[in-house]
């Protein structure tokens, strides 16, 4: 069974900066795309970033220019850099993983999520 596992949130200033981790353990066939979504309180989840195997990354307008995707395959790790933090970017940061199992079934898993605050 896939398993992901976020880290790095925190709090941070204003103008700050975090990078969030997201380790996977588990075996799986092939991947179609990886992504962090992000969910304030009293708010529906969102896409916040997003990067498929074949295609374009793409981002929420909000997070443009501000934020970077990366990911290690061979750690199995994705990674997201959060810079210009702003008191709007606060929420729980989720991991996700759109993927094939090795049965060759489409499959999709969510981190336990991690929360970010920024306050001055």
């Known amino acids: 069974q896939l398993r992901l596992v976020e880290s790095g949130g925190g709090f941070v200033q204003p103008g700050g900066s975090l990078t969030l981790v997201c380790a996977a353990s588990g075996s799986l066939f092939d991947i179609h795309s990886i992504g962090w979504f992000r969910q304030a309180l009293g708010k529906e989840r969102e896409l916040t970033a997003s990067m498929p195997t074949s295609g374009a990354t793409t981002f929420a307008d909000s997070v443009k220019g501000r934020f970077t995707i990366s990911r290690d395959n061979a750690k199995k790790t994705v990674y997201l850099q959060m810079d210009s933090l702003n008191p709007e970017d606060t929420a729980v940061y989720y991991c996700?993983?759109?993927?094939?199992?090795?049965?060759?079934?489409?499959?999709?898993?969510w981190g336990q999520g991690t929360q970010v605050t920024v306050s001055s």
């Open positions: 996700a993983l759109d993927y094939y199992t090795l049965g060759r079934v489409r499959d999709f898993a």
